[in-house]
């Protein structure tokens, strides 16, 4: 199974940006798609989630920001981002795991890609 997260770079505050992770070696559509972001010097933290069924949940800090979707013709889940802010800097990895739940949590994910740094200027 691999994720490839790509998308990631800089962006000055205030602008969009979008991130894709493909998927492959996996039944993608049986898979609960998510994003996490590390900032620097901080921990992994959840930014979003895609059920099976395409019901998504965020965290509180990028609510009314961010979009999550998901392709499966395409085997790829999006992340569109508005409104940056510096403390949207990280690096960002996608996740998946088998079945439709809902987890915030990073040990319930089975796969995890290898992430994509956005930097954010002032």
């Known amino acids: 199974v691999q994720l490839q997260a790509s998308g990631g770079g800089l962006v000055q505050a205030g602008g969009s940006l979008s991130l894709s992770c493909a998927a492959s070696?996996?039944?993608?559509?049986?898979?609960?798609m998510a994003w996490f972001r590390r900032p620097p010097g901080g921990e992994r933290e959840f930014v979003s989630s895609?059920?099976?069924?395409?019901?998504?949940h965020y965290g509180d800090s990028v609510k009314g920001r961010f979009t999550i979707s998901r392709d499966n013709t395409k085997n790829t889940v999006y992340l569109h981002i508005n409104s940056l802010n510096t403390d949207d800097a990280a690096v960002y990895y996608c996740?998946?795991?088998?079945?439709?739940?809902?987890?915030?949590?990073?040990?319930?994910?089975?796969?995890w890609g290898q992430g994509t740094l956005v930097t954010v200027s002032s």
């Open positions: 895609i059920r099976t069924n395409a019901r998504t």
């Open positions: 070696g996996l039944a993608f559509s049986r898979y609960t």
């Open positions: 996740a998946a795991v088998l079945g439709s739940r809902y987890y915030s949590t990073t040990a319930p994910y089975e796969y």
